[in-house]
């Protein structure tokens, strides 16, 4: 079986835990492709089983990806597909995977399966209110130190039953849809996109006197909306606050205006091939993931409107503003 998975990877999360699917299907004989959105025009249906893969930004997949899908033409006949989602906490599942679901039904594709693992929090603002946070505050965001072998478990029993499902689709047997709630996805479109919000109307800016303008901002920008004057300028009719600018650059020049604290992810320190036969190899132990409760209750509709209630406080220790208190 011939797949292929678009995806976005700002920080590197989404596109491991690709990789590890990658990794189980091929084993199976299967060939898998993964191909980054950022240099694609349009969706090309050449092959046996479409993927759409995306971290998750306040609730919502990715604007890359959204759009991505959004400018290709809608297929004649149905196509299946699946959708792959990797936010940094339990709860950044809440609607995204209704709204994934919902742009890819405007172009005539059904989604006949989806997957979903963590990924360590990369948002320069969110890790610099988790830095200082105490541990209850942390203890929400279990994706911390992720995808590990949890999630390369999770994974590889997705690659299996993937196939499974894939050809009972073929074959014309009814197959179990995925979940869809019309509660998380009204969540995600009045709740949780109030972060993406309150992120986007801070402003990145540069401290000259770190910058040594190598460009490398520029050149991974996934949108091209930067340019070098001879700072980094950014285009805000494209920028779509990915961060990935402020994560890579070498010398921690780049910060956000008015935000008390900020910290940074980069991926690229990593070893993969080690971590790749590290987790392959964790995951056939058996494991369980242990949810703090609070984060149990809040990934619950009696938590969410916890969330909703408590929407002042939630934003404060989200995104801690200069001159704020802690």
């Known amino acids: 079986m011939n797949i292929k998975i678009y995806y976005f990877s700002s920080t590197g999360n989404t596109k491991y835990g690709l990789t590890l699917l990658q990794y189980y299907l091929v084993s199976k004989g299967h060939d898998c492709e993964l191909i980054s959105v950022e240099n694609e025009d349009a ?14 930004y306040g609730g919502y997949p990715v604007k890359i990806m959204m759009d ?24 950044g599942f809440w609607g995204s995977r209704e709204i994934f679901i919902d742009v890819l039904r405007s172009k005539n594709m059904q989604v006949i399966a989806d997957l979903g693992f963590l990924g360590n929090p990369s948002h320069p603002i969110v890790l610099g209110s988790i830095k200082r946070a105490k541990p209850f505050f942390k203890s929400f965001f279990d994706g911390i130190g992720r995808p590990n ?127 790749l036969k590290k987790h392959t190899d964790e995951s056939m132990r058996c494991q369980r993931q242990n949810k703090s409760i609070p984060l149990r209750i809040l990934s619950t509709p009696i938590g969410m409107v916890i969330v909703i209630m408590l929407q002042g406080i939630t934003n404060k220790l989200l995104i801690q503003r200069t001159g704020s208190k802690q």
């Open 149 to 275: 072998g949890l999630d390369a478990a999770k994974i590889r029993d997705f690659s299996t039953s993937l196939i499974s499902v894939f050809q009972d689709y073929l074959d014309g047997k009814k197959i179990k849809k995925p979940r869809y709630s019309k509660t998380k996805r009204w969540v995600s479109n009045t709740v949780r996109s109030r972060e993406i919000n309150l992120i986007n109307e801070t402003s990145s800016a540069v401290y000259r006197d770190k910058c040594v303008k190598c460009g490398l901002c520029q050149k991974e920008c996934p949108v091209g909306a930067l340019s070098l004057d001879p700072y980094p300028v950014w285009d805000m009719s494209k920028c779509f606050s990915c961060q990935k600018c402020i994560n890579i650059c070498p010398k921690h020049a780049l910060y956000v205006e008015g935000i008390e604290l900020i910290d940074y992810y980069n991926r690229k320190k990593l070893n993969e091939e080690e971590l």
């Open 43 to 56: 969706i090309r249906y050449d092959c046996d089983l479409l993927g759409f893969a995306s971290p998750v």
């Open 68 to 91: 991505f899908i959004e400018r290709s033409e809608t297929f004649v006949h149905k196509v299946p597909v699946f959708t792959v989602l990797c936010p940094c906490s339990t709860m």
